[in-house]
């Protein structure tokens, strides 16, 4: 009898501590911060979780950034980044140069939607966004004025795995860590009047307070020469400020969201602008010295009132 006594408490106590133990283990969990890196479900907290982040890459971008020490030579009213991190370098430098006059209190990030996926052409949330600096906040305000001027429409899913926006929420966070952000993307079926009503919305938004910025990446799957040749196509098509003939463009071999790039140019034109500088121009076979197998291209443009 004292035996099965014995085990009884043993059993027992051994309960009390393994419920103790996931009393305090939840306790604990709670209030530990959120920073699931290879998270792909969605969130319940009403932000995306933080995805398309290398600390490694990361650091070496921002140290890449520093060095340079570049700043624009007037304030940036918009411009275009990469979101093919295989050139972070780049996209630091244009945020840090972005960041180095007055800060702008709101980033318009406006992109392709990848994967096409949502039930509308254009696409927004009202989620914010977790990186390694804090959460980086949708405007709502901003967000309730454009949906309810232009066919932009509110879905959380489609933004989960969308890389042209989640690739560069770290650098928006650490460059400018008081703005916040209205992110946007755009289906390859996005017609050209969806557009126009967009430009519409967004002409009396864009500011010193408010930046406008297009996150595209140019020729898919070409050669480093092949590549060279589309982009001269489609640059010439930018210097013109031809916002009808940058939406013709090839949504591969010249730029994979020719309607991003419409909005971009259409909006500058609406606000006076005629001209941008090229901060970087090149493509990923050039940097890597693999010129005969597919690259990327790059353009970061700055924009100026």
């Not at 959120?34 to 319940?44: M, Y």
């Not at 008081?178 to 969806?194: A, G």
């Not at 121009?281 to 940097?287: A, E, P, Q, R």
Request: glycine share 4%; proline share 5%.
């Amino acid at each position: 009898m004292k035996t099965w006594s014995y085990k009884k408490k043993f059993l027992l106590c051994f309960a009390l501590i393994v419920f103790v133990g996931v009393v305090i283990g939840s306790i604990v969990g709670r209030d530990r911060p959120f920073f699931p890196s290879r998270e792909t479900r969605l969130s319940s907290s009403h932000y995306y979780p933080l995805k398309f982040y290398s600390k490694f890459d990361f650091q070496r971008s921002l140290t890449y950034a520093a060095k340079k020490k570049s700043v624009p030579k007037q304030p940036i009213l918009a411009g275009v980044v990469p979101h093919h991190l295989f050139v972070a370098d780049y996209v630091a430098d244009f945020f840090s140069r972005l960041s180095s006059g007055v800060k702008p209190e709101t980033i318009i990030l406006i992109g392709p939607n990848h994967y096409n996926v949502g039930g509308h052409n254009i696409l927004t949330s009202d989620w914010s966004w977790q990186t390694p600096y804090g959460l980086l906040e949708t405007n709502r305000d901003l967000l309730g004025a454009i949906t309810s001027e232009a066919p932009v429409f509110i879905e959380q899913e489609p933004f989960q795995n969308e890389h042209a926006i989640g690739g560069l929420v770290s650098f928006i966070k650490y460059y400018l860590p008081k703005s916040t952000i209205l992110h946007l993307i755009l289906k390859t079926d996005t017609s050209m009047e969806e557009v126009d009503a967009l430009v519409s919305s967004l002409k009396t938004k864009i500011g010193p307070a408010t930046v406008l910025v297009a996150s595209v990446d140019f020729s898919h799957y070409l050669t480093s020469s092949e590549a060279e040749k589309f982009d001269e196509e489609t640059l010439n098509a930018m210097r013109s400020f031809d916002a009808p003939k940058i939406f013709s463009l090839h949504n591969e071999h010249n730029l994979d969201s020719p309607a991003a790039i419409a909005v971009l140019f259409s909006v500058m034109t609406m606000r006076g602008v005629d001209q941008f500088s090229i901060l970087y121009h090149t493509n990923s076979g050039v940097l890597s010295r693999s010129f005969t197998t597919p690259t990327t291209s790059y353009f970061v443009l700055e924009f100026y009132e």
